[in-house]
């Protein structure tokens, strides 16, 4: 597989984007034809030093070198997506009034058919719906309810870059934490596996980052836009303006981020990193596997971002990512 890194925002000056950020204001986005609402949250552009140095407690390897980056100012969802969000864009009836001549030769450019097929079994698994975390959705399937909402809103929609993520995740701390280095005081922050009592919760219960971010610690794990390669970072030697390893059309792997509540509390650190895998779909028994669906990552799903300038809407990666290899 080549590694590229993809400088997708040039066009738009570092100053430009700093002169935006501290005019933007938060703001909902509501789901046209719905009462169903999104909170987004300004993030100011910035430079940070990715990754972990080698003396953070719980480091693997991926989290290296520190490279510094810097980060175009955007828009993030205040929570994860939650199943209220994601069912109108997946089950919703009017959805499937505007989807009459649906059938698998139409073309996926099309907005009407791009909504997942019905799972086999229960999608939530049993954890309830409403302002429960989407979970178990394939990174095919969160890319699908960006380019859906972006049609709907006329606004882009996307998943956050992994160097975004981290960014906004450490909300200008250099610590292990967005709250600093000990992981003690995690449960204020996040769902874990010593307090989540084996499962995910409400979205937005714990305290938020700096920047007004809940649940960017555990919870769920986090879809990022990127292609995982654990040695992605090496290739980084000077200042790296919004890096990003597209995805290409294979299923594996993509990048997790933030950790969950299934794991310990080194996965939730700021730098950790996480790449899907075929065991994510052990027990589909479909043939092929859902493109839509993970019957074994109910500890994955994801946020989204809205970029500044709307021309940033990575036109080339749309077309090559509506369809998904199994």
């Known amino acids: ?16 984007a700093q002169q935006q950020a ?19 949250v300004p993030v100011a552009a910035g430079t940070f030093v990715m990754g972990s140095p080698a003396s953070e407690a719980g480091r693997a390897e991926d989290e290296g070198p520190q490279h510094e980056v810097r980060i ?5 969802s205040k929570t994860e997506i939650n199943w209220d969000q994601y069912d109108v864009f997946a089950f919703s009836m009017d959805l499937k009034k505007d989807r009459p001549q649906a059938t698998p030769s139409t073309p996926v450019g099309v907005d009407a058919v791009t909504r997942p097929t019905p799972p086999y079994a229960d999608e939530s698994f049993g954890y309830g719906k409403g302002d429960q975390p989407v979970i178990s959705v394939t990174h095919h399937a969160a890319m699908e309810f960006c380019r859906w909402l972006s049609a709907r809103t006329g606004k882009t929609y996307r998943l956050p870059t992994e160097a975004e ?25 996040g769902w874990h596996l010593a307090n989540s009592r084996e499962g995910p919760h409400p979205v937005g219960k714990k305290k938020p980052n700096a920047w007004g971010l809940f649940d960017m610690h555990g919870n769920v794990a986090e879809w990022c836009l990127d292609h995982y390669d654990k ?10 303006l919004s890096p990003v390893l597209l995805p290409t059309e294979k299923r594996y792997a993509h990048v997790a981020r933030g950790g969950s509540w299934d794991d310990a509390s080194a996965k939730l650190r700021c730098a950790a990193r996480r790449g899907s895998t075929p065991a994510w779909s052990r027990r589909d028994p479909q043939s092929p596997q859902s493109i839509w669906w993970h019957t074994d990552a109910t500890e994955v799903g994801f946020r989204i971002v809205r970029p500044v300038e ?9 077309s090559k990512v509506t369809k998904q290899s199994p």
């Open 22 to 40: 501290e005019e933007l204001q938060p703001y909902f986005e509501t789901i046209p034809g719905t009462n169903i609402k999104i909170e987004m």
């Open 1 to 16: 597989m080549t590694i590229s890194s993809l400088l997708f925002f040039a066009s738009l000056s570092a100053g430009s």
């Open 165 to 189: 993520w981290e960014y906004a995740c450490r909300a200008g701390a250099k610590s292990a934490y967005s709250f600093g280095d000990d992981a003690k005081n995690l449960s204020e922050y």
């Open 72 to 76: 175009r100012a955007f828009w993030m």
């Open 310 to 318: 709307e021309q940033e809407n990575l036109k080339g990666l749309r």
């Open 231 to 240: 040695n992605f970072y090496s290739q980084f030697k000077t200042l790296s």
